[in-house]
């Protein structure tokens, strides 16, 4: 009787502990998984993060090249030669209809969204530097919303003083393609040839065109000033991510 019990208790021992060690074996395969996982974000974020600071820097560019044909379209007005002599005046006003956009490159953050993924990393200060570069691009979406809805205004606004034969001219001849360099983005549309004037009496309407236009390049220095502080984001947190992860990553 005393053998069997023993032979009971070895059984029972030899079953708890193989089910103990089944359960702390599914615990360190559902840990490596999961860790599999957070290396496998962070270096799609690491990519995001890569294609974002190049984007932010073209987009700073394009606007303070912008802000300096701005700067031309002012001169010209203040100046009234435009009245007489319009084809640079087309030519910077037609140059400025023309816009570059930030867009965010979220495929990392997506799928870190989509799969709970910030619970999966352990870093506090790379999930602190997640959310605050995802409010900054937040911002910058609303002041590009912003900046889009003026400029449609000024677009409408541009429709109504400029000669609609002059202006087929420009769009007819305008270089086709796209553009890295801001100075050739911005000048894709050529100076007229022989222009008609602008279809203005005196200087209210021109007045009009010219406030709007300097409210557009208003706010892309916010954006601006957004994208800066971005790149600054961006490169902490990439640097982070690189030195705590980055020998993990997959080639």
Known sequence: MIKNWKAYAVEFLMLFTAVTLGFFAENIREHQEEKAKEIQFLQNVHYDLERDYADAQLVIDFNLEKQKLADSVVHEFKSGRYLKEPADMYYF?????????????SSGFAQLKNAGGLRM????????????????????????????????????????????ETVHEMNNKQIPGTFTDPKLSLRRFPKPTNPNPFLVEGNKEMNEVVNLIVNVLNTTRYINNHLLSLKDEIKKLDSEIIDKYGSKFEE
């Open 121 to 164: 990393i352990e870093d506090k200060s790379i999930i602190k530097q997640i959310l605050l570069i995802e409010n900054r691009l937040a911002m910058i979406d609303r002041l590009q919303d912003i900046m889009d809805e003026n400029l449609l205004l000024y677009r409408e606004k541009f429709s109504i003083v400029a000669d609609a």
């Open 93 to 105: 006003l037609k140059g400025l209809s023309i816009r570059k956009m930030f867009e965010h490159s």
